[in-house]
């Protein structure tokens, strides 16, 4: 069956996406705006859902499927009252870690550019050891980096150590803080804040990779002149047409019912 998609912005995952949506046989359309006529489906960008639904959303209509990630439970509802379906890619079934992959290589790349060390031999802190950061623990140990793991859970420190980390919870993190030339932030919540940061070295590279606003007192860092990086959409950055291929199946699924 053809389907006709919408496909908002430039991002380069979106461009790769709407190729496939064509050599699929379906008609697309690709704006940075909403554009007149009806479509199946409207699709934004991941790392920008909330910013492009609120800038369309008068224009969507009922019955369309809307695609994207973290969606801000207000939007949904409107949406919901409106007749949309939204779907969030990352609540899809292998989605996220298959996602959390790009996004840990993405990672590593950005605190690269960014830092004046090589990773291999370095002391690396992962922050949080949901499923970006266990995988992102995992590739740095790959790269011979120190790997020491940040959680408040004992079951996700005693896991982490079980892959050969070290592993410590938030009230030993303080005596640490000095001893890191790369600090990666996975929680999308205030956890490194200015008494953490106070102790971290001069030279440090901090990468945040959760959700907007992060999880770094980005404040205190340029204060201080730390280098705390927040990095979003990074497999749309690093690995634009793998993740679009992602993508693809996930909409596959719920539009198409292959």
């Known amino acids: 069956m053809k389907y006709h998609f919408m496909v908002l912005g430039s991002e380069t995952r979106q461009i790769y996406l709407a190729e496939l949506l064509q050599e699929a046989g ?10 007149p006529g009806y479509h199946d489906a409207v699709l934004l960008p991941v790392p920008q859902t909330a910013k492009y639904l609120q800038e369309n959303f008068a224009k969507l209509q009922k019955g369309q499927i809307v695609y994207g990630c973290n969606f801000p439970p207000p939007l949904i509802t ?4 409106k ?3 939204c779907v969030d890619y990352l609540e899809q079934e292998g989605t996220a870690s298959r996602n959390a992959i790009a996004t840990a290589e993405g990672a590593i790349a950005e605190a690269l550019k960014a830092a004046c060390v090589s990773v291999h031999g370095s002391a690396s802190l992962v922050v949080g050891y949901g499923r970006c950061g266990e995988i992102l623990a995992e590739k740095l140990s790959a790269l011979k980096a120190h790997v020491t793991v940040l959680d408040r859970k004992e079951e996700k420190r005693a896991r982490a150590k079980a892959y050969g980390c070290r592993a410590i919870g938030f009230e030993e993190a303080g005596d640490t803080m000095g001893g890191y030339d790369f600090i990666f932030n996975t929680v999308p919540a205030l956890v490194l804040d200015r008494k953490l940061l106070s102790g971290v ?19 205190y860092c340029r204060n201080h002149s730390i280098d705390a990086n927040l990095r979003l959409g990074l497999p749309g950055k690093y690995a634009p047409k793998s993740s679009a291929k992602i993508l693809l199946e996930v909409i596959s699924k719920t539009i198409m019912g292959d």
């Open 26 to 35: 379906h008609e697309v359309m690709v704006s940075e705006e909403y554009l």
């Open 78 to 81: 409107q949406c919901t009252d």
């Open 83 to 85: 007749g949309i379906r």
């Open 201 to 219: 070295k001069r030279d440090v590279t901090i990468i945040d990779i959760a959700s907007k606003p992060g999880g770094v007192d980005f404040e």
